[in-house]
């Protein structure tokens, strides 16, 4: 029996790009075992409760439902985590690596419970651009092309109010971890607005609850629209119809390098370019579908 194990990375966008990853390779495979990195959890987003370490391993389980996946807890497995290059000489393609499926089988277990035209805009950035860079060159132009869409759509602000506080962000520091709340709020008139954020405490261990009801929500979205890398924005890839993605430095992480510059699925857009980010925000305004 020709068997694969291998752990994995504990965060929500990692966990769905090892499933994406996988499913290229997994006809090779009778039983490929994954475990949850105890010790990531423990050093990078445990809040000192145990509770992230047990929601990781409830979302896996949601994620790998079906053969030849298991999930085991076993800390001493091979670390598999193609963010950082950790693919344990598996041959896996490019398309495997860099081509995001869409997996709203898994991720969407009901009807949106919104029941107009809209589109979602995540709140949280991380990773880049930065929150310097965010204010001194995008913010305006961001914030004048949400406030044009909110003439033909409701903008559903979804995500985090202000970024938990884990380890991994305290790490990471606020500019490069951080939330476009208050903006959204400030520039979105509140008749056209539909505010279905969390406070950074209530997201720190999320709820399986919220991201199935946030996946449904971005699965029937006229658009969704992300700043940055991290869960939110691999979400949005794996479920939305039109997934409008910008990051800027992506030697921040050159994974995404690749992935900006692989052919995806025509759906999702991910681009370093602000002004063909701009342009495919400006396709939805021009639009009347409210």
């Not at 000192?48 to 298991?70: N, Q």
């Not at 979602?120 to 044009?148: E, H, M, Q, W």
């Not at 109010?161 to 520039?187: A, H, Q």
């Amino acid at each position: 029996m020709n068997q694969l194990k291998l752990k994995l990375h504990p965060g929500i966008g990692d966990i769905l790009l090892c499933r994406n990853h996988l499913d290229s390779i997994k006809h090779l495979y009778d039983e490929i075992y994954l475990s949850p990195s105890r010790s990531i959890v423990n050093g990078f987003r445990e809040m000192g409760d145990g509770k992230y370490y047990d929601f990781c391993l409830s979302f896996m389980k949601s994620i790998f439902p079906d053969k030849p996946y298991k999930i085991i807890e076993d800390d001493t497995l091979p670390k598999f985590a193609p963010v950082d290059y950790a693919v344990c000489d598996l041959p896996i393609t490019k398309d495997g690596l860099f081509k995001i499926n869409n997996y709203s089988f898994l991720l969407c277990k009901n009807p949106s419970p919104i029941q107009c035209n809209y589109i979602v805009v995540n709140t949280k950035v991380r990773g880049t651009p930065t929150y310097s860079r965010y204010n001194s060159y995008y913010k305006n132009d961001f914030l004048k092309g949400i406030l044009s869409l909110s003439n033909n759509y409701k903008i559903v602000v979804m995500g985090e109010r202000t970024p938990p506080k884990s380890p991994e962000n305290k790490m990471i520091g606020p500019e490069r971890v951080f939330c476009i709340y208050n903006d959204l709020i400030d520039i979105i008139p509140t008749s056209k607005i539909i505010d279905i954020t969390l406070s950074g405490d209530d997201t720190a261990v999320p709820h399986l609850d919220n991201i199935y009801r946030d996946c449904s929500i971005m699965k029937e979205a006229k658009a969704v629209i992300t700043l940055g890398i991290g869960g939110n924005f691999i979400l949005s890839m794996s479920v939305s119809d039109n997934s409008i993605n910008f990051m800027e430095d992506t030697l921040y992480c050159r994974f995404y390098d690749w992935m900006i510059n692989h052919h995806q699925r025509n759906s999702v857009i991910i681009t370093n370019k602000w002004s063909y980010f701009m342009d495919n925000l400006q396709k939805f305004i021009e639009k009347e579908d409210i």
